[in-house]
Antibody, heavy 120, light 112 residues
């Protein structure tokens, strides 16, 4: 079955960097676009980024553009999110998610998330 | 990009029906039939309940239905059950120079 497992979260100081990973199994990763979505504590969902199946196209939310970069390694079945210049407001659970079908949306499969806390 | 507007909370008794609204603009909800709805129980990942305005993924109860009129989408849950108590989020594709998606602020459903 489809499984997505995020890792790499933790506590980091403002201005520092962190790299999240998402390990995919149960499907052929290279067939699907993949997303990152985050959720601040007690708050709603916020779309963060999407990457095309072949990694040629990458799109990021305005709130993270220029600081976060999504990438993937289909040979290793992994999706990454490089987060630089972190801010307190980036504190959230970060989910990786896969679309329902071969299109870009909706998001039918989600990981359990990894918590990123940005604090001095 | 601004979040879609949802009521903060709704409630209903078991067996009743409730509707959650999701109001956007002509640049998101009103521009495409790419509205989806997610259910999230505390401490859990979101679960897709409705996609493309009105379609249910396999395994989702037919008590859940979706619709759209203009810039407002709606999720209706009929025959409320205790396990329906959760947070619900709408989401839409957003017209932009590059692909973007936007979520609603979420609605807490309480089953009385």
């Amino acid at each position: 079955q489809v499984q997505l497992v995020e890792s790499g979260g933790g506590v980091v100081q403002p201005g520092r960097s962190l790299r999240l990973s998402c390990a995919a199994s149960g499907f052929t990763l290279s067939t699907y676009a993949m997303h990152w979505v985050r959720q601040a504590p007690g708050k709603g969902l916020e779309w963060v980024a999407v990457i095309s199946p072949d990694a040629e196209k990458k799109y990021h939310a305005d709130s993270v553009k220029g600081r976060f970069t999504v990438s993937r390694d289909n040979s290793k079945n992994t999706l990454d999110l490089q987060m630089n210049s972190l801010r307190v407001e980036d504190t959230a659970i970060y989910y990786c998610a896969r679309p329902h079908s071969g299109s870009y949306y909706p998001l039918a499969y989600w990981g359990r998330g990894t918590l990123v806390t940005v604090s001095s | 990009q601004s979040a879609l507007t949802q009521p903060a909370s709704v409630s209903g008794s078991p067996g009743q029906s409730i509707t959650i609204s999701c109001t956007g603009t002509s640049s998101d909800v009103g521009d495409y039939d790419y509205v989806s709805w997610y259910q999230q129980h505390p401490g859990k990942a979101p679960k897709l309940m409705i996609f493309d305005v009105r379609y249910r993924p396999s395994g989702v109860s037919n008590r859940f239905s979706g619709s759209k009129s203009g810039n407002t989408a709606s999720l209706t849950i009929s025959g409320l059950q205790a396990e329906d108590e959760a947070d619900y989020y709408c989401s839409s594709y957003l017209t932009s120079s590059t692909p973007k998606w936007v979520f609603g602020g979420g609605t807490k459903l309480t089953v009385l």
